[in-house]
């Protein structure tokens, strides 16, 4: 492979979880591959929590997944280990300003990748070896490489703060137990940190439930506006149509009440006109009459107009 020009890198074999190579590799129902030992023990810990998910993805599941040996990746991280297929170009190792330096380099120093709290040093994968072969660095615990490493050893006894006083809550070694803090409440830090992961699993998991409860409230608020807005659009057609059947009536009310003006004011002024033709045709008779009697009155024919008089 390595003639063919294939050129591997290291990382792509490490478990994401102790940033190693893969040992006993299995691979979870997401396809994301980790040392059997790691993924048990990262999934021990969510145990209270009730569901599992992946480190890397952060996909859950439920039930815990069963885990079956990786056979072939297995193979591969063997024949990477035997034939030494990592030929990546060796600046590609070197520390970078952000990266923890390894404190056995000399010269240039490679990029560690783990710190041990037992030497309380940092080692890249060349020096790390020790710790995997010799049966006496076995024993030594190893994290992910941190530049706060002498964060963990006491300042007064330069041993490792492997104490937690829950007196005064904070880290100590064990001589600082037998000084001033002889008395107090004290546990390993392992233990303090299991409980503190339990109550941590218990304030998300009551988080979770306000979470989920909150979105019931949620929910339900967005149902109650839902309702409401179609109630008030129901109310606004309602009015709506109320209104308009109450235009519609007051309309043809005018209609009505118009066309009765316009009836009563034909009748009315048909009576006016006849009265009118009457009264005109009255005068004119009157007119008639007294043209007549203006002329009897210069009369000089005295019979006639006696006559006339005696008649009327």
Known sequence: MAQAGLFLDQDQFNCSICLDVLRDPVTIPCGHSYCSVCIKGYWD????????????????????????????????????????????????????????????????????????????????????????????????????????LQETICPHHDKLLEVYCRTDQHCICYLCMTAEHKGHDTVLVETEIQQKQSQLGELKRRSQQRIQEREKDVQELRQAISSLTRSA??????TERVFTELIRSMELKRFEVRELIKAQEKTAVSQAEGLLAKLEQEMSELRRRDAELEQLSHTEDHIFFLQVTDVE
Request: charged content about 25%; aromatic content about 8%.
């Open 233 to 238: 659009r129901s109310a606004v057609e309602d």
């Open 45 to 148: 810990q969510d145990d209270f929590l009730g569901f599992y998910c992946c480190p890397q993805c952060r996909q859950s599941f439920n039930p815990r997944p069963l885990l079956g040996r990786n056979t072939m990746l297995s193979e591969v991280v063997d024949k990477f280990k035997k034939t030494g297929l990592q030929v990546a170009p060796p600046e590609q190792c070197y520390a970078g300003p952000e990266d923890v330096e390894c404190d056995v380099c000399t010269g240039r120093k490679n990029r560690a990748v783990k710190s041990c709290l037992v030497c309380l040093a940092s080692y890249c994968d060349t020096h790390l070896l020790p710790h995997y072969e010799s049966a006496p660095f076995k024993k030594h615990k190893l994290v992910q490489a941190s530049k706060k």
